[in-house]
C-alpha cells in the first residue's frame, strides 16, 4: 500500500476519532474594488471638517540661570540687598516645545493635554489654514487626567462635532490628527486597537483608547475622530522605546474629554466625587463566595467618609451606581470621580450574598483641605507629617512611609523641578524619610547642593532633582 495514501487515512481516521470541527469560511469569495474604476476611497469629505478644528500649539518657557534662581530664593539673599536693590540676574534661556489642540467652542475655548502647555510662560496657538497667531490664556488645568484648556480671542471658529463613547468598537476606523514633529497639520490612520485601557502608568485616571494610528511627538493634544469626523478622544501618548511611533498610542477617551472640559470651563479646576473606600477586583478565588461576577469589592471604609455614613462594610461587593452597572475597580473610580461633590447616588451593594441599596452623597477629593499640626518650610516646600489624619483625608494607603509635601513656592526651584503639593517625600539621595526630623537633617546636609529626591505620586515613584 502507498506510504502516502496510509498516513492520509491514518490522520483522517484521527480527526474523526477526536470529532474536530472546523470554523471554516465560507469558499470563493469574491474580489473587487470598494468602488467603481473611476472613483477613489476617500474619507476626505468626512474628516475635512475636523481638520479645521485642530490647532497648532507652540509654548515658551523661562528657564533662568539655576544658580543665580538659588539665590533669588534665599530669604537672607532677598533681606540684604532688597527686592528694589537685587543685582542683575544672568541671561534666562528661553525652552520651545510644540503640542496640539482642538477646538471646542466658537468663541475659541480650546482643548488639550496638561503636558503640553505646563509651566509654560507663552502659549501661542496657530489655525490651520491661517498665518495669524492668537496668543492663548489658561482657563484651567487638570493633571491627574493630563487635559486643559486654553482660550484665544476669537470668533466663529469650527468647532469640533462630540462623539459618544458607548458608539466606539474595536476594528472602527480612526483618524490622529494634529501637529508631529512642528511639521504641520498631518493626517493618520488606523483602528480602534483597544479600549478602557488602564494600569499604563501614564496618568492618574486612565480610560485610554488604543490606537495604531501613529501619534508622535507633537500630536499630543491632538484629535482622534471616527470616519465620521466626530471627536472620540485626545492623543495623549504612545509607548516606545525609541521614541518614534510603533503601533500603540493612547487617547483620553470622549466621556472624560466631555467631563473635565465642561469642569475646566465652568470652575477652572475639576472637582471629583469622593466616597471613601478602597477597593479591590473580584479574583477567581472569591467569585464563589458572591452571586454577583463583577463589581469592585470594598477593602476598606475611610472614617467620617460618605461610605461610613451610609454603613458600607469591608467586603461588601458594589455592582452598580445609579443603575448603571459595574464591571471592575477601575470604572468604579472613572464613575465616582466624574460625579460631582454632593451629588446623591444610589449603589448597589451585595453583602452575603443578598442585595442591598445604599443612598449617600458624596464628598469632595481634590477640595481644598487644611492641615494642622507640625510643619517645616525649606528649599520652597512646606513638608508636614503624614498622619494617620492626613492619610484618611486623602485617600492615601496606610502603609505608606514618608513626609506629605502640603505645599509648593510658586516661582521657586522646587516647583520648577516637578514637586507638586500631594506629593510624599520618600527620600533624599541615599537616606530614606520618614518624618520630619529626617528631612531637616537631609535638607541641612544637601544644602546648596544637587541632590536626587525621591517622592511618592499616587502610587508611582518619580526621581526628582533640584539644589
Known sequence: MNKTFLLSVLLSASLLANSIEFENAFKNPKHRLPNGKNEILSFNSTIKDAMKSVVNIATKTIVANQRTNSLYNDPFFQEFFGHRNLPEQAPQKRDNALGSGVIVSKDGYIVTNNHVIAEADEISVTINGSDKVYTAKVIGTDEDSDLAVIKIDAENLKPIMLG???????????????????????????????????????????????????????????????????????????????????????????????????????????????????????????????????????????????????????????????????????????????????????????????????????????????????YIETDGLRLSELTEKTKREFNIPQDTVGVFIEGVLEGSQAEMSGFIAGDILIQIEDRKIENLKDAQEAFTKYKGKTKRIYVNRGGFILLLVTK
Request: glycine fraction near 12%.
Open 164 to 374: 459618544h463613547i458607548e458608539d466606539l468598537e474595536l476594528g472602527d476606523i480612526v483618524f490622529a490628527i494634529g501637529n508631529p514633529f512642528g511639521v504641520g497639520e498631518t493626517v493618520t490612520q488606523g483602528i480602534i486597537s483597544a479600549l478602557n485601557k488602564d494600569h499604563v502608568g501614564i496618568n492618574r485616571y486612565e480610560h485610554f483608547i488604543q490606537t495604531d494610528a501613529s501619534i508622535n511627538p507633537g500630536n499630543s493634544g491632538g484629535a482622534l475622530i471616527d470616519s465620521r469626523g466626530a471627536l472620540i478622544g485626545i492623543n495623549s501618548a504612545i509607548l516606545s522605546q525609541t521614541g518614534g511611533n510603533h503601533g500603540i498610542g493612547f487617547s483620553i477617551p470622549i466621556d472624560m474629554v466631555r467631563n473635565v472640559v465642561s469642569k475646566l470651563i465652568k470652575d477652572g479646576k475639576v472637582n471629583r466625587g469622593y466616597m471613601g473606600v478602597n477597593i479591590s477586583k473580584i479574583t477567581e478565588a472569591l467569585k464563589k463566595l458572591y452571586v454577583r461576577q463583577n463589581g469592585a469589592i470594598v477593602t476598606d471604609v475611610q472614617d467620617g467618609s460618605p461610605a461610613q455614613k451610609a454603613k458600607l462594610q469591608r467586603g461588601d461587593l458594589i455592582f452598580s451606581v445609579n443603575g448603571k452597572n459595574i464591571k471592575n475597580p477601575s470604572e468604579l473610580q472613572r464613575l465616582i470621580t466624574s460625579l460631582n461633590p454632593n451629588d446623591v447616588i444610589t449603589v448597589g451593594v451585595e453583602r452575603d450574598k443578598k442585595e442591598l441599596t445604599k443612598t449617600l452623597t458624596l464628598n469632595n477629593l481634590d477640595g481644598s483641605r487644611t492641615l494642622s499640626g507640625e
